[in-house]
């Protein structure tokens, strides 16, 4: 599963900024290999509206292919590869040299599935423990857009990110974490206006960017229906970037429903418990599979 770039409004100027993914990320099942090998389409539908008036619809999705084994050779260990990328619309509020709606994040990407602790009774059942790990790395290239406000603008540029996702599942309790994620994005391909004076140009580096703590915890109520909550703290553009570092902290319940034939559907409602130099966000974010 990717982590997605999020583009926010400055209050000042409209300008453009860009942080590392704000919206729930970690669902339930998500570092769980055993994956019916094949093509898989998956899309994350994402609706933001933040404390400064705008908002923000997007939608994430992946082309990926699980392949039948891993290295091992056997069912236990599995590898997915994807090729992805964003479209959404953000409100411009008629400024200059804009466009609401538009792409962002053109991305490749590769995960590595590896069933550490292999159950020995069926899921749910007393006894019952499962623990996957999913080390994954990506990269994002170049959207091509050269506005300065809408969705997409200040993703001129290339990036890259890595983490290590596990599931454990003991009895009907779901533990889904990625302790500490990496994203890093070079310096914009073309140069964006300054919001202080309009005749000044120069290129934007967002840098390194932190996710910590992105878990879901839950419980299994039945077979096909997981409920839970899921929260993250993100620390955006704290290393070699030209914007100023920003922090939030997201909260809020989730749930994933696998009861559809070759579908899975997952559904998170977050808020920020704690934000510093950028907006108050809240975000409506589901994950969409379909397996063929």
Known sequence: MNRTSVRLLAAAGLLSLSTAAAEARQFFYSAEGGVPPGVVIETYPTINPNSSGALTASAYSELAYFTPTGFTGTKRDQLEFWAGGNLGYTDPKGAANSSGIGISDPELGFEYYYNVIQPTVPVGSPGFVSLWTGPEGWINFPNGNTTSVGYGSGANQ???GISENSYLQIGK????????????????LNASQSANDP????????????TFGDVAIGYQVTPTLAVGVAQQFNANSIGNSTVAASHEGFIGPTMVYSGFQHMLLGAAVQTDYYHENTARNTYLAFWITRHF
Request: negative net charge.
């Open 158 to 160: 290339y990036s890259f």
């Open 199 to 210: 005749s000044v140009y120069f290129k934007q580096r967002y840098g390194l960017s932190l």
């Open 173 to 188: 309790f779901i533990l889904d974490i990625d302790p500490v994620e990496v994203n890093y994005q070079f310096t914009d």
